[in-house]
């Protein structure tokens, strides 16, 4: 299903601005429906770090049963939508601070990474209730190397020895080459509770994060009734030999949000460099999240774009080369040498209906908008929501970089106007520091001699005046042992 009649993208680009996130209601509320359908008794949580527009999160405010955040301020972003027994905070390495103020807030769950973590928690507010992050040894297309992080099965027998209530046992299943990650995971955490049941005599909640892929270049995904039919099933037979119910808490991130939205643009350019044609887009890869965080773009693009022309009609393009086309290669608006995507070919004679077209990066629902940043001073995407009857709701405005950078300068002035004497004396003698370093750094490079940079200039001889001199290879090129 496309995210937006084709012939609204270059109206839609007239009044947001390119680039822009357009997500569709329709797939949003099918991708949950579905999961609800093939997970009944599951409760599902919005994974807050794929998707964070706050639109967005209102929306799953009403569809989903709750949220998961990784760091304290992602926790309170999730508070402002839910409850705090509705939100799970599953992150890493917390500091002492992080610690204070995730525990300051009654209820919130808190899953730790770490024997040294449940005893800073024990530390603080002991017998509290906790979740723990177990590593399941289920191997993931994203995970970290064993042993880096959570708590290993070897570590689980000594977490009877740490003054917490261990309500939740959670590990992330990863984002599976597997179609079995899912379905192993909640097979290793149920085997797990059954080992050490003197562990988990306070268990309420089995909580799996991820494990349900989604190909986000050709956007297709498992057959998840499936994967719901054989979790259900280990779950039930946990709850009947423990002889209680249990909860099980998924966080689906990118089944749920990935095929929800495009990144629509204008193609800014189309050139042709050494008989090879190119276009030059309106937005940079970093706009396009986790797809070339992967590096699939860097290959295979073809399946994950679309390009169109001035009027909307979409332009055949394909993902090898067939009689008669002609690799496309497409640029970013950055000078980044990775700012580009390859593995597109084309007719010879669709070239020039490019001039003025769009071009749309698919599958960017998740850890795509989340992920932007305004790097190189590039502007951050509006995000819109396309509903039914072509309804269009904003939900973020497009940000211009020049607000970001006024907005610090002007926080940094109210801090100096409005803060105490001693910051703002600190600020005085930072700025003081800061003209005396530059002034006496000047001064020290004034007074340097230039030699050490001779080994980058062409070496003068007097005999050659500048306007004669030939033409030569200026930087050696050096050899990296
Ligand atoms: C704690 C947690 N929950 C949920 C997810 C969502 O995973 P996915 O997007 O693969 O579904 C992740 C992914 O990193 C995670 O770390």
Redesign the pocket.
């Known amino acids: 299903m496309e995210i937006l009649p084709s012939g609204q993208i270059k109206p839609m680009l007239a009044t947001y601005g390119s680039p822009l996130y357009v997500y569709n209601e329709a797939i949003l509320k099918n991708n949950i429906t579905r999961l609800r359908q093939a997970f009944p008794q599951a409760r599902l949580y919005h ?1 807050t ?2 998707n964070r527009c706050p639109g967005i999160l209102r929306i799953m405010r009403r569809h989903m049963d709750g949220m ?1 955040a ?1 760091t304290p301020l992602g926790a309170q972003r999730a508070l402002r939508y839910f409850a705090p027994r509705q939100v799970i905070v ?1 992150g890493s390495n917390y500091s002492r601070t992080d610690f204070l103020t995730l525990l300051a807030i009654p209820g919130l769950r808190i899953n730790c990474n770490s024997l040294e973590e449940l005893r800073q928690v024990a530390q603080m507010q002991a017998g509290r209730g906790v979740g723990v992050r177990i590593d399941t040894g289920v191997k993931a297309r994203v995970y970290a190397k064993e042993g880096e992080m959570d708590i290993t099965l070897a570590q689980v027998s000594a977490l009877e020895n740490i003054d917490v209530k261990i309500e939740m046992i959670h590990c ?1 299943a990863g ?1 599976a080459q597997s179609n079995h990650n899912l379905v192993d995971s909640a097979n290793t955490l149920c085997e797990t509770v059954l080992r050490y049941p003197q562990v988990f005599t306070h268990l309420k909640a089995i909580n799996i ?4 892929e989604f190909d986000d270049l050709t956007g297709t995904s498992p057959d998840v009734a499936d994967y719901g039919r054989q979790v259900s099933a280990l779950i039930e037979n946990l709850q009947t030999r423990l002889g209680r119910p249990l909860h099980l808490i998924l ?5 749920i949000m990935a095929s929800t939205a495009s990144l629509y643009c204008h193609i800014n350019q189309v050139y042709e460099k050494s008989g090879q044609p190119m276009i030059g887009i309106d937005a940079t890869r970093f706009q396009f999240g986790d797809l070339s965080k992967f590096g699939k773009l860097d290959e295979d693009a073809s399946f994950a774009i679309g390009l169109y022309d001035e009027q909307g009609a979409m332009i055949t393009h394909f993902s090898e080369q067939c009689a008669g086309t002609v690799p496309l290669g497409i640029h970013g608006n950055t000078h980044y040498s990775k700012d580009r995507v390859k593995g597109v070919f084309v007719y010879p004679e669709d070239i020039p209906r490019l001039k003025g077209g769009l071009f749309e990066i698919k599958y960017a629902g ?1 850890y795509a908008s989340s992920m932007t940043s305004a790097w190189a001073d590039r502007e951050m995407p509006a995000e819109v929501l396309y509903a039914a009857q072509g309804k269009i709701t904003v939900l973020e405005l497009r940000q211009h970089v020049r607000d970001v950078i006024l907005s610090r300068i002007e926080k940094a002035q109210r801090g100096l106007r409005h803060g105490t004497l001693a910051a703002t004396v600190a600020g005085l003698l930072l700025v003081s520091f800061f003209m005396l370093g530059t002034g006496a750094g000047n001064h020290r490079e004034a007074s340097k001699t230039r030699a050490q940079f001779n080994a980058y200039a062409p070496v003068l001889s007097a005999e050659e005046p500048l306007s004669t001199m030939p033409a030569k290879r200026v930087l050696h090129k050096t050899n990296y042992e």
Do not use: D, K, N, V
């Open positions: 994974f770090p794929s998961t990784t599953s992330y984002t994060a991820g494990g349900i966080e689906p991130g990118r089944i998740a």
